[in-house]
């Protein structure tokens, strides 16, 4: 028995265990991560005469708080997820509240709600462009009988409001369930004690669920915000940015915009610019969750 | 009436919701099963006939069974990796005592956190410049995309797998290391048949997500190892798209996550936030 507890004290044997993953997750993950970094502050144009790596200090972010393109896109992308991100929220969590009744076959209908979940991003895009395109498609068709004129390819303001709705179609019920996971593991006794005290179901809700939720509520919309702000699949299938720019969201202007282009270094300054963008906004949103927990006790 | 207020209700917005959630899909369904002439006359809700060229045209066409069979490999070959290295690691974690635990929890956390989009540029330059070993390089290979897919493979499997392992009693293993197994037998003679269950639904999750990636795959193959999903995407940027045809392969992409739909789904929201919820 000793020569166990020995082997599990062992770091040795427990990082070598680890060693794979971390390999793997370095040459994926860190090191294209440390790359850009650098190449940010290089300028770096693969067609021109001599190709050479050449360091500009910040010669790259200098320009790139003046490209208004780049700024457009990331302030739609913010746009385009606060919208979403709160549809997603009060629908998801009214939805969850509906699962909490008890009824039969709630599997079945948890089975269809997670449906758009596992269905290829790429392949949602491509059911909502069928039921959009003007000619067969069923929205189209709708809206004309109802005497609207509905047409993407050219209303910048449908063609942003039907990708909100298509985001909201594919992650609502992501929302929902992860709300659910909370409420059921929500603790009994609170409710009967309020209950028995005559408390209201407003005050149960606004007094008992949502603070006792609040990790839960706070992961979900830490997740949703950083998964909305970085969405392309979808929307490019959807719309493919357009029309004109209107719902060309960062992600897309990254991958369209700074992809293809041979300047490397502006390219990767751009990326970096998000990623820390990215990095910023879920340190503040850990910053909030962990600050009103360590308030709580 | 009486039962109608007390849950009648329920039910009723339920199936409402599902409808909603469904007919995108039936929809997608229904344009592949029509011809041409059909598709721009009046649209109908029920689609009594079926279309079959949609679907052999572009599953006859070699380009698009190259297409499946590499995402197939890929979706395969990744999950096998995933998994293999999953495991040890989520071994090491439920075991083992040692300094620096919890900070591998956050790593491994914002590998999948990073928006995919910045990571483009670095990778393909990584892919076709830096990495490469006698003019081989890992771009447009699928090893090259079994690897990147490990980025949001990877950090989630590990999550869910820590949690079953952490459910097999550790006396079990502790009287195989007495008797002499190796470390390596525990976990793989012992540990895995009795995670089996679990390891089987993670191994469907990370296959789904392997085969549901797109971006990555845009980007970093040109040819040899593209997936069905960029072939999907080809449908649109090509000038008098065949929408038909586009459903039909819309469809086939859709058709793994749907076969096992129910057997993943309860694991689904645990494998999308990387094991912070857990149902």
């Known amino acids: 028995m000793k020569s166990r507890s020995l082997t599990f004290r062992n770091g040795k044997i427990a990082w070598g265990l680890l060693s794979p993953m971390l390999l793997i997750l370095f040459i994926v993950g860190v090191l294209p991560f440390i790359y850009v970094l650098y190449l940010g502050f290089c300028q770096w144009n693969v067609f021109a005469q001599v190709s050479k790596i050449k360091w500009v200090w910040g010669a790259n972010y200098r320009r790139l708080v003046f490209d208004s393109d780049f700024l457009s896109a990331l302030g739609r992308g913010i746009k385009f997820t606060l919208w979403t991100v709160s549809i997603e929220m009060v629908l998801g969590f009214l939805l969850a509240q509906l699962f909490m009744k008890p009824f039969r076959g709630k599997n079945f209908f ?97 007094y008992i669920t949502l603070p006792l939720l609040y990790p839960v509520l706070t992961t979900t919309l830490f997740i949703r915000i950083m998964d909305a702000l970085r969405i392309v699949d979808e929307v490019w299938m959807l719309t493919g940015g357009g029309p004109g720019t209107a719902t060309r969201y960062v992600g897309i202007h990254i991958w369209r915009e700074v992809f293809p282009k041979t300047d490397y270094g502006y390219g990767a300054a751009m990326s970096t610019l998000v990623l820390y963008f990215t990095i910023v906004l879920s340190w503040l949103l850990f910053t909030i969750i962990t600050y009103r927990e360590e308030r709580k006790e | 009436m009486k039962w109608f207020l007390k849950i009648g209700w329920v039910y009723l917005i339920l199936i409402l919701v599902s409808i909603i959630f469904l007919f995108p899909i039936y929809w997608t369904f229904a344009i592949s099963a029509k011809t041409r002439i059909e598709l721009f006359s009046e649209p109908r809700l029920l689609q009594t006939t079926f279309y079959k060229e949609n679907y052999i045209r572009p599953l006859g066409n070699p380009t698009y069974r190259g297409y499946l069979w590499n995402s197939f490999l890929i979706s395969t070959g990744n999950t096998i990796l995933v998994i293999f290295v999953a495991l040890l690691s989520s071994y090491a974690l439920s075991r083992f005592e040692f300094s620096g635990k919890n900070s591998i929890f956050f790593w491994t956390i914002t590998n999948r956190m990073a928006p995919p989009a910045a990571f483009l540029l670095p990778l393909y330059l990584l892919y076709t410049r830096i990495i490469r070993i006698d003019g081989w390089k890992l771009f447009d290979t699928r090893i090259g995309l079994i690897l990147v897919y490990c980025v949001f493979n990877l950090p989630f499997t590990i999550w869910l797998l820590k949690g079953i392992v952490d459910s097999v009693p550790k006396e079990i293993d502790e009287s195989a290391m007495v008797d002499g197994a190796s470390l390596f037998r525990v976990i793989f003679s012992i540990v895995l048949p009795l995670a089996a269950p679990g390891v089987a639904v993670s191994a469907m999750l990370c296959w789904i997500f392997a085969w549901n990636e797109y971006l990555f795959a845009s980007c970093l193959t040109s040819a040899n190892a593209r997936t069905i999903t960029t072939g ?48």
């Not at chain 1, 059921?184 to 606004?206: C, H, R, V, Y």
């Not at chain 2, 999907?232 to 058709?255: D, P, Q, R, S």
């Open chain 1, 110 to 206: 948890r089975a269809i709600y997670s449906l758009p979940l596992t269905v290829a991003p790429i392949a949602i895009g491509a059911t909502w462009r069928l039921m959009t395109i003007p000619g067969f498609g069923i929205i189209p068709y709708l809206f004309s009988k109802l005497g609207f004129d509905y047409n993407i390819a050219y209303k910048a303001n449908q063609a942003f409001f039907s990708t909100v709705a298509l985001d909201v179609w594919h992650w609502t019920p992501f929302v929902t369930l992860t709300l659910l996971a909370g409420l059921t593991a929500l603790p009994k006794e609170p409710f009967e004690q309020a209950q028995i005290d005559g408390a209201s179901n407003w005050q149960m809700l606004w």
């Open chain 2, 232 to 279: 999907l995407a080809e449908f649109v940027t090509v000038v008098g798209t065949n929408w038909g045809e586009m459903a039909a392969v819309a469809i086939v992409a859709m058709l793994p996550s749907l076969l096992l739909l129910g057997l993943v789904q309860r694991y689904i929201i645990t494998g999308l936030t990387f094991g912070a919820i857990k149902e």
